[in-house]
């Protein structure tokens, strides 16, 4: 064991004896300020939340520059969110899924507002204008259903206040970078508030073209907006209307040949010639209803949405100045309707949550290959592809003492899947083949849990949960695919915690030890069949194994000076899988899993003899090694471990209602390798460079 992880092992348990003897300690000036969260579908204070929950402040995302999901793997401990061309793939403690095609599921739920995303490739459209993130760690079956075997990822955003305000910012930086967004909370009367908020991101793309293409890849070309309508008929009716749309433009997420990328130094890593120029034009619309009531048997709660995501895409396919240039051409659309009503009631002693959910999407896809070298053309063509899942759920908390409460919950899970659609081989054609398949499953979940509070601002707790992901299907049909079905994907996990505020409240930390154990792990790579074609196929890992620890917490060590910390230790392997008939994985690592992570940040806030304030943040996170796997070639690459370090400055004048701020982002300018695939040859996806700008803002 190498003596980074041993010493994040030491100073996680000398972390933990130090925060259960907290109450010994000797009092500081700051404060750290308490957050509400919904966690668990009701509102109570994080630091009260009996499971493994980090929160983000919308100031903080603003700090921090988060403007996509993938920029909470620099802010959340044991997270990592990268792109797999437009889709987003989020991997918790381990866990994730690749397969980001119209058969596929997230392993990790995407909420915003309380509404599921069930498309990936819209999980980065919605980071403005919030009020928090919350994530959430470990299976939330009961809860939040199906697709939450590694977590739960929840956006609450701004809603309508009783004051008229607003604010704007502008901001600019390397890249071309040029942002801007801005909200405006309206009070019309005593029971209607409306709240509205745009976001604009453009910047140039990181990956240098030799080419001289008009547009580098893993640009960013954005415009979103939001609406919010609140009413309130009285004192226990309230109703939440919104509405939302983005667009998403430019040349897309790109990737380098792995070869450059091993070669190269600098710069020089991030430059290719991909074989065509990328074109991404994508939609995506949302509207939905949350009606609130206080009933004499407690808090009912409807919740009513409906999305829509358009996908047209043209998107490169190898290196390389071939003519004519192979290419992707996509045109795809998903539409969902979901439905949820909730009651939480207390009865004496109990607490309880209970309720029904519906959801149904419907996608149609035509994707081709354009000038496939041999073939000519690949088409794909999948209209419908049908999902529904119908779920009943229960969670009940029984107060045994003041301090000491106890937890069950339970879901069944009705699961529906099809798929209609062709695969056309040749230009002119060669072949072509059905894809014909339908699945069924009922599953259980549930949760029992224990908490008890050690004072009145600390408490330990432990579950044993189990989670489910839905089984699916590949392309073709029973006749010609011996392995169109793949199982559903089950987890067990146990994991104890403990959590508090300590030092009068200058102190909030958590720490929590998990175990982890998968069956039928589900994971994706592409193939070619007996006619050429190339497929993705989703099999099934045998057994899989986590391990891990984790601490993370803020000290305000004077009013001025505020301490940001975290620290995981993660053994995630394979026990029994063997990608080819030839490979044996046992006891190799699953993906993106590193074994030891720390971070650490520090702010300090200057007032100057004028009034103004200058806050400064300065942070860094080192990241062990983890390895990207090709389980089609059963190959794996290594990323070393690295460190990145950000730092921002901001300048307040007195009394004034505006602020300007200096940022500069992994100042060490570091390639980090966030994907791997191998068609046509194998090519990696990177995390961002090192950026720099200045934002100015102003609230009124």
Known sequence: MSNHIRFTQHAIAAAVASLLAGGALAQSGGQIQEVIVTAQRVAQPASKTPLSLSVISGDDLKSAGAVNASSLTELVPNVQIANSGSATVIAIRGVSSADVTEKGDPSAAFNIDGVNLARPQSAGLAFFDLERVEVLRGPQGTLYGRNATAGAINLITNKPGDTFGGNAAVELGNYQTRKFDGAVNVPVNESLALRAAVSSSQHDGYLRSTQGLSHNYDDEDSLSGRVHALFKFNRDVTLLLSADGSKIRGAGPGTVPLTTFRSASGTAQRTATPSVQGNIDDKATGYSAELKANLAIGELTYQG????????????????????????????????????????????????????????????????????????????????????????????????????????????????????????????????????????????????????????????????????????????????????????????????????????????????????????????????????????????????????????????????DRINFSMTYLDAHYKQYMPTLTSDWSGRRLDKSPKASVSLGYTRSWTLDSGATIDTTLSTRYTGSYVLSNYSKATQIRQGGFHKTDLTATYSPNAAAWYVQGYVRNIEDKSVMTSYGDSPVDNVGLAPPRTAGIRIGSSF
Do not use: C
Request: proline share 3%.
């Open 305 to 560: 949405a409906h999305r829509n995501f358009d996908r047209k895409e043209l998107s490169n396919y190898g290196y390389g100045t071939d003519t004519p240039a192979p290419y992707i051409d996509t045109n795809a659309g998903y539409s969902q309707n979901s439905h949820e009503l909730r009651l939480a009631s207390v009865f004496g002693a109990f607490k309880t949550i209970t309720g029904l959910y519906w959801f149904r999407e419907r996608s149609n896809i035509d994707l081709s290959l354009i000038h496939f070298p041999g073939l000519g053309r690949l088409r794909f063509v999948q209209d419908p592809t049908l999902s529904t899942s119908k779920a009943v759920f229960g969670d009940a908390t029984y107060s045994v003492t003041q301090d000491l409460h106890l937890t069950v919950g339970a879901r069944q899970t009705k699961d529906d899947k099809s798929r209609q659609g062709f695969s056309i081989i040749g230009d002119p054609v060669i072949a072509s083949g059905v894809n014909d398949a339908a699945v069924s499953y009922s599953q259980n979940t549930g949760k029992i849990g224990a908490d008890y509070a050690l004072s009145k601002s600390s408490m330990v707790y432990t579950s044993l949960s189990t989670g489910y992901k839905a089984g699916g299907f590949n392309d073709g049909t029973r006749a010609t695919n011996p392995f169109l079905i793949y199982d559903p994907e089950h987890l067990t996990a146990l994991e104890v915690g403990v959590k508090g505020r300590f030092l009068n409240g200058s102190l909030t930390t958590s720490a929590a030890v998990f175990g982890y154990d998968y069956k039928n792990l589900q994971l994706t790579s592409t193939a070619v069949d007996a006619n050429g074609a190339i497929s993705s196929q989703t099999r099934n890992a045998a057994k899989a194994s986590v391990r891990g620890v984790e601490l993370e917490g803020k000290y305000a060590v004077t009013t001025n």
